[in-house]
């Protein structure tokens, strides 16, 4: 589980093309899944092997400029107080501006690492103009150029040394996250569940450090609800800004053990839900698609359970195997099925297949169907076996690793799937050197 880390900024210095360059390193050297962030505000990143989230408030902000400078405060609290670090981009080439200096005063009150990260610096004679911003008051800083990226290393470099390193807290109780846009009815939805009266609530504060988990015991299911409405907010943030709500749900993912992701039938599998999603499956989180409101869609006829569900798999391919139950919080219509289907799934993604049987059912399958030669070359899998992570991944040993492309993996993929069930759950699959 990694920690948070937000670019903040004032606009067109910068920010977008170095978020761009941290996530596409992470996507070509460890996630090779096309398409895997669709909209570009948050995504994961690595660097020496350390994980961490990262959010680029830059396309938060909206409105004319007057509206600049007070969404940008906002956004600069808010990451103030979610984030786990904070990188401050500004830009050699106009030298320190009044933006610069207001962001700044918010950033020296803050008992949490910044890092002043001086961009479009590619030359010397730019080095020497990057000292006007000890003006700024916030210690040393880092020259960079986000656009070919030197100096990145040295900033990423001081970054993982200070980040926070949670581990993946393996408590007894899986452990749910109820995540959507703002208005889906996840407040409702908890609410539902628990009961007006909150049946039995321990509030075990701290274990996440700013998420209250509620203990549920009902009907024969017993575990932790990461409540982000129990998320403390800063009186100051308007509850509405999409951003807040992307800062929550990316909390609550990083803390749980399956997603409960609750959408809005009347507004669809839309662009921020199914960023939510591609976050949920990379953080291999269990994954459970909740949609509320059918009772409000309109056209029935031709809009029908099949289609919609349909339209959310072609949203969510090639990672498909997954929940996909109509609910209503209302109601309470299958709100009890809702979390039956995520114990299953919970289950599934701490399943452990013994070696043996997984080479008994796996091999055969590969000797009907190898992977295609390359350059005259076959590729001859040996033996395969499921790693010792918290989530399923397995390691396939083979002759020549290099040459087994995305669609074999994928096939291997979908074979676990149908041999050993593992509805809702991302998989990983290695090729590796016998």
Same mark, same amino acid.
């Given at each position: 589980?990694?920690?948070?880390?937000?670019?903040?900024?004032?606009?067109?210095?910068?920010?977008?093309?170095?978020?761009?360059?941290?996530?596409? =390193?992470?996507?070509?050297?460890?996630?090779?899944?096309?398409?895997?962030?669709?909209? =570009?505000?948050?995504? +994961?990143?690595?660097?020496?092997?350390?994980?961490?989230?990262?959010? /680029?408030?830059?396309?938060?902000?909206?409105?004319?400029?007057?509206?600049?400078?007070?969404?940008?405060?906002?956004?600069?609290?808010?990451?103030?107080?979610?984030?786990?670090?904070?990188?401050?981009?500004?830009?050699?080439?106009?030298?320190?501006?009044?933006?610069?200096?207001?962001?700044?005063?918010?950033?020296? =009150?803050?008992?949490?690492?910044?890092?002043?990260?001086?961009?479009?610096?590619?030359?010397?004679?730019?080095?020497?103009?990057?000292?006007?911003?000890?003006?700024?008051?916030?210690?040393?800083? &880092?020259?960079?150029?986000?656009?070919?990226?030197?100096?990145?290393?040295?900033?990423?470099?001081?970054?993982?040394?200070?980040?926070?390193?949670?581990?993946?807290?393996?408590?007894?109780?899986?452990?749910?996250?109820?995540?959507? #846009?703002?208005?889906?009815?996840?407040?409702?939805?908890?609410?539902?569940?628990?009961?007006?009266?909150? &049946?039995?609530?321990?509030?075990?504060?701290?274990?996440?450090?700013?998420?209250?988990?509620?203990?549920?015991?009902?009907?024969?299911?017993?575990?932790?609800?990461?409540?982000?409405?129990? %998320?403390?907010?800063?009186?100051?943030?308007?509850?509405?800004?999409?951003?807040?709500?992307?800062?929550?749900?990316?909390?609550?993912?990083?803390?749980?053990?399956?997603?409960?992701?609750?959408?809005?039938?009347?507004?669809?599998? /839309?662009?921020?839900?199914?960023?939510?999603?591609?976050?949920?499956?990379?953080?291999?989180?269990?994954?459970?698609?909740?949609?509320?409101?059918?009772?409000?869609?309109?056209?029935?006829?031709?809009?029908?359970?099949?289609?919609?569900?349909? #339209?959310? +798999?072609?949203?969510?391919?090639?990672?498909?195997?997954?929940?996909?139950?109509?609910?209503?919080?209302?109601?309470?219509?299958?709100?009890?099925?809702?979390?039956?289907?995520?114990?299953?799934?919970?289950?599934?993604?701490?399943?452990?297949?013994?070696?043996?049987?997984?080479?008994?059912?796996?091999?055969?399958?590969?000797?009907?169907?190898?992977?295609?030669?390359?350059?005259?070359?076959?590729?001859?899998?040996?033996?395969?076996?499921?790693?010792?992570?918290?989530?399923?991944?397995?390691?396939?040993?083979?002759?020549?690793?290099?040459?087994? +492309?995305?669609? &074999? +993996?994928?096939?291997?993929?979908?074979?676990?799937?149908?041999?050993? /069930?593992?509805?809702?759950?991302? %998989?990983?699959?290695?090729? =590796?050197?016998?």
């Amino acid at each position: 589980m990694g920690a948070i880390v937000a670019i903040v900024g004032r606009p067109n210095v910068g920010k977008s093309t170095f978020f761009n360059r941290l996530i596409q =390193r992470r996507e070509a050297i460890v996630d090779a899944t096309s398409g895997v962030t669709r909209d =570009r505000h948050y995504g +994961k990143s690595d660097w020496n092997g350390k994980e961490f989230s990262i959010i /680029d408030t830059g396309g938060y902000v909206l409105g004319s400029d007057d509206v600049f400078e007070k969404e940008i405060d906002k956004q600069v609290e808010l990451a103030i107080a979610e984030a786990d670090a904070i990188i401050f981009m500004v830009d050699v080439n106009t030298g320190v501006t009044g933006m610069d200096e207001d962001v700044a005063k918010l950033l020296r =009150r803050v008992n949490k690492p910044v890092y002043l990260a001086i961009n479009k610096v590619d030359n010397a004679m730019r080095q020497e103009d990057a000292v006007e911003f000890y003006a700024l008051g916030l210690g040393e800083y &880092y020259t960079l150029s986000s656009i070919n990226g030197s100096g990145t290393g040295e900033l990423l470099d001081a970054l993982v040394k200070d980040l926070p390193q949670v581990e993946e807290e393996q408590t007894e109780l899986p452990r749910f996250a109820v995540v959507g #846009r703002p208005n889906a009815g996840k407040s409702s939805f908890i609410n539902a569940l628990i009961g007006e009266d909150r &049946y039995i609530v321990t509030d075990i504060a701290g274990t996440t450090r700013d998420s209250i988990d509620t203990k549920y015991n009902r009907f024969g299911f017993e575990f932790n609800l990461v409540d982000t409405a129990g %998320i403390r907010r800063k009186a100051k943030v308007k509850e509405d800004l999409e951003f807040y709500s992307v800062m929550r749900s990316v909390r609550a993912i990083e803390h749980c053990d399956v997603c409960l992701l609750l959408l809005d039938a009347t507004r669809g599998f /839309d662009g921020q839900v199914e960023n939510i999603f591609w976050l949920a499956q990379r953080n291999h989180k269990g994954i459970v698609i909740l949609v509320n409101k059918w009772d409000l869609v309109e056209d029935k006829e031709t809009n029908t359970i099949k289609q919609y569900t349909e #339209r959310i +798999k072609q949203a969510i391919s090639p990672f498909v195997d997954v929940p996909i139950l109509f609910v209503s919080v209302l109601t309470k219509q299958r709100i009890f099925k809702a979390i039956e289907t995520a114990v299953d799934v919970h289950k599934n993604r701490s399943k452990k297949i013994i070696t043996r049987k997984f080479n008994d059912v796996m091999l055969p399958l590969i000797e009907a169907y190898p992977p295609p030669a390359y350059k005259g070359k076959y590729v001859k899998i040996k033996f395969c076996t499921q790693l010792p992570t918290p989530y399923p991944q397995f390691a396939f040993f083979c002759n020549l690793p290099q040459y087994v +492309k995305e669609p &074999y +993996k994928r096939y291997l993929e979908n074979k676990i799937r149908e041999e050993f /069930d593992f509805t809702g759950v991302p %998989i990983t699959v290695f090729m =590796r050197k016998k």
